[in-house]
């Protein structure tokens, strides 16, 4: 079966996908997936074997579903949307013309629902995904990490992995608290491997200036605007994981590192990463956990 799915969003929103996706793929030995969705994932859904073939969404072709099916502009995706036999687009489809491209394409099997559940959900988002598209058997299905990113616990004198941003300012801990903790571990001789992306350049040079020299130069190590690939096997060497609600959160949790997540206005009932330890703290205002707090639970993790 030729399955199309759709999932934009980001980072987060694609990681938490993975279970299901590897529940699809592999449910029928004939199954051939085509995954369209943010650009930054797609090498790691292959590196996963998750998709047959992989598209960016930003691509100019994948607008058309949202123009009238009756137009001439259709002409370079319907082709390819006649091919489907099944079609999962988490997008939403107000006016109905999603609906009405996937109905003019022939596809005998579709589903066009929200990526996101409604505020009124209370269980985690794989199993909304799974819900949204009938697939409930999917809910206990886990995702087996390839042996090339997998965490060992023999990874235990490994850094530990930080990673100070996210996508809103909102669901960021302070940086003065980062700061705190990893001054903390440094005087616990435990290496830090700090983990920046473009959206934190900021906070990144923030935190710099809260922190002294380290002890040992090895002590700090620095990976910044890099592929998640790349960082998906320099977290497989690491001892722990601290981090905001954000996607190398969920990555880091789905290699199964022990993970130690803060979350603020986001629920954790709903976004919790998935994965072997994953420890979760939340406070309604993130400047309100305490870095004394924060220490303790991820000690436990260590």
């Known amino acids: 079966m030729r399955i199309l799915i ?5 980072i987060g929103d694609t990681l938490v996908t993975f279970p299901l996706l590897h529940y699809l793929r592999t449910r ?10 943010n650009a930054a994932v797609l090498p790691l859904l292959q590196a996963f074997t998750l998709a047959d073939d992989i598209a960016n969404y930003e691509e100019r072709r994948w607008s058309q579903l949202f123009l009238s099916p009756d137009g001439s502009h259709q002409q370079n995706l319907q082709p390819f949307l006649r091919t489907i036999e099944r079609a999962i687009c988490w997008l939403r489809d107000a006016d109905g013309t999603i609906t009405a491209n996937l109905q003019a394409a022939g596809i005998p099997r579709y589903s066009v629902v929200p990526g996101r559940p409604p505020d009124s959900y209370t269980l985690s988002i794989g199993t909304y995904l ?3 598209i009938g697939e409930e058997a999917a809910i206990a299905h886990h995702l087996p990490v390839p042996a090339a990113y997998a965490w060992q616990a ?4 490994g850094p530990v992995a930080i990673h100070p941003g996210s996508g809103g300012q909102a669901k960021c801990w302070p940086v003065a608290h980062f700061a705190q903790i990893i001054i903390a571990l440094w005087q616990q001789h435990i290496p830090v491997l700090l983990l920046t992306g473009p959206a934190e350049q900021s906070r990144q040079h923030d935190l710099y200036q809260l922190l002294p020299e380290p002890p040992e130069p090895s002590l ?3 990976l910044s605007n890099a592929p998640l690939i790349t960082v998906a096997r320099a977290l497989q060497h690491c001892r722990a994981y601290l981090g905001n609600d954000a996607g190398i959160t969920h990555l880091a ?7 130690l997540a803060l979350f603020g206005p986001s629920n954790p009932l709903i976004w919790q990463p998935q994965g072997q330890t994953v420890t979760t703290l939340r406070a309604p205002q993130l400047s309100q956990l305490s870095p004394d707090i924060v220490l303790a639970a991820l000690t436990d993790l260590l």
């Open 6 to 10: 759709v999932r934009p969003g980001a």
């Open 28 to 37: 029928a030995p004939d199954t051939h997936l085509t995954v369209v969705g």
């Open 130 to 132: 799974a819900q949204s």
């Open 154 to 157: 023999a990874n235990h004198t």
């Open 220 to 222: 700090l190590q620095q």
């Open 253 to 259: 949790a789905l290699l199964g590192l022990p993970t």
